[in-house]
């Protein structure tokens, strides 16, 4: 764990220890089968364990870790099972919103839209994977909310945490990062030209790729995946 979180003192320890590993699991600084200790957690945090073990009970009835009775804790598989459903989730939410994007697209959506084309290109030519992810976190959430649905990204969020494990690996690779990035320019493109039925075309199969990450991840690194739920 590379980065060390700011516990307040003025506000509950368990959420923000739930929120600092959860953080780490699915950006990929915690890899499927690395060991957590609640000692060292709590060294590293300077908490009690309590917290610590409020924040792995919560983390295992998400599917994160792992608890294994009188032997520890472990970072779970990325669970095959949660990215589909976390995928047809999106695809069942976005590409029926990015039509109305599309319809509604102004020349003020286009500011913004080719400001944030612009902010992912930078971290595309500095092979910033990390950087990138947050930025294509705020591209997807914008156009929900041009599609007049922006309380849903909430519902995503919560939904789509395995997946997420999935497109923060698999942007690690220069070659996907500059993939998905072609494929964000290609769907702003259709968008801003009030182009439904493209924009649609191309929110979908960028979405699908997720599929082809988890055979190029599943490639070098099988054991990072389960069949599981």
């Known amino acids: 764990m590379n980065h060390v979180a700011r516990i307040d003192r003025r506000r509950m320890a368990a959420p923000q220890v739930y929120r600092y590993l959860h953080g780490q699991i699915v950006s990929g600084e915690l890899r ?3 060991a957590l200790s609640e000692n060292a957690v709590a060294e ?28 520890g804790t ?6 095959l099972a949660a990215v589909g459903d976390s995928q047809f989730l999106r695809e069942s939410i976005e590409c029926r919103t990015i039509a109305e994007a599309a319809r509604r697209a102004t020349a003020s959506h286009r500011l913004e839209l080719q400001r944030m084309i612009e902010r992912q290109r930078d971290c595309v030519r500095a092979q910033d ?9 705020e591209m997807h959430q914008y156009l929900l909310g041009m599609g007049q649905r922006q309380r849903l990204w909430r519902v995503l969020s919560d939904a789509k945490s395995q997946l ?3 497109r923060h690996l698999s942007l690690e690779d220069p070659h996907w990062l ?6 964000h320019e290609g769907i702003v493109r259709r968008v801003l030209a009030n182009d439904e039925a493209g924009a649609v075309e191309a929110m979908q199969t960028h979405l699908r790729s997720v ?12 054991e990072y995946f389960s069949d599981e739920d």
């Open 32 to 34: 499927p089968g690395h």
């Open 44 to 71: 590293q945090l300077n908490v009690s364990r309590t917290p610590v073990r409020q924040a792995f009970i919560r983390l295992a009835d998400e599917g994160l870790v792992r608890v294994f009775p009188q032997v």
């Open 74 to 79: 472990r970072v779970s598989s990325i669970s």
């Open 129 to 137: 994977g990390k950087g990138f992810f947050p930025l294509d976190e």
């Open 164 to 166: 997420d494990r999935v």
């Open 178 to 183: 500059r993939k998905v990035f072609k494929e």
């Open 211 to 222: 599929f082809d990450a988890v055979q190029k991840i599943a490639a070098a690194n099988h």
